[in-house]
């Protein structure tokens, strides 16, 4: 964990973001600042704008993506779609709701429902029409501006704590990708891929993917 703080500290001096405006939380007058959100919630939600729970707290989410954060996204996801055909697994892009399961509680009761860029699930028993309910194998966030913050920290913890096997934080701007593998229940840095490297995929072997196939056409 120490590793992502310093990492968070250095991508925000690089994107030059002061501090007291990374973070997305909805200041809304209806919004109760002291109450703990859940998934039974955000169904009722009426707001304009798409927003995620993360430990019970309500963020609004990015303006719609940048174009280089599109192509980016489109880029992975071809990848992986092309080798997962005619199998198990599946992967999405955002927007899906994934709500995270708690131990013993009902899924409404879930405090942490999430937007990944892209995610594959491999257990189809939790992918539902209206949403993912459980853990997906992989993530993939793009890092957009401000939400460094909720990708490199918020969701970085999120994700490790429900058990999310494998983490890629894109760096669309820097073109550079930070891996992590998920051991024992903490996450261990693989290592920070770029230029000429193919990264592989740690949670479907066979599977790799080079950063000039991730920044085609960025």
């Given at each position: 964990m120490r590793y992502i703080c310093i990492l968070y500290h250095y991508i925000m001096k690089t994107y030059k973001i002061e501090e007291q405006n990374t973070s997305n939380e909805l200041k809304e007058p209806s919004i109760d600042y002291d109450r703990i959100y859940t998934y039974a919630d955000y169904l009722q939600f009426e707001f304009e704008e798409m927003v995620e729970i993360i430990r019970g707290k309500l963020f609004r989410m990015s303006p719609a993506p940048r174009v280089k954060h599109q192509s980016i996204s489109m880029n992975i996801g071809v990848k992986i779609h092309n080798t997962l055909k005619g199998q198990t697994c599946k992967v999405f892009n955002s927007p899906?709701?994934?709500?995270?399961?708690?131990?013993?509680?009902?899924?409404?009761?879930?405090?942490?429902?999430?937007?990944?860029?892209?995610?594959?699930?491999?257990?189809?028993?939790?992918?539902?029409?209206?949403?993912?309910?459980?853990v997906p194998d992989f993530v993939i966030e793009i890092i957009a501006g401000k939400d460094v913050k909720r990708d490199t920290k918020d969701k970085y913890s999120v994700y490790e704590e429900a058990g999310v096997g494998e983490y890629w934080i894109v760096f669309g701007e820097m073109r550079f990708v930070e891996v992590f593998i998920l051991e024992e229940g903490k996450y261990q840095r693989l290592n920070a891929f770029s230029e000429d490297d193919v990264i592989p995929v740690k949670t479907l072997p066979g599977l790799s993917i080079s950063i000039e196939d991730i920044f085609e056409g960025v």
């Open positions: 899906i709701d994934v709500v995270l399961p708690i131990a013993n509680k009902k899924r409404n009761k879930s405090t942490t429902v999430v937007q990944p860029d892209i995610c594959v699930i491999c257990d189809p028993k939790i992918i539902e029409e209206t949403a993912v309910f459980g």
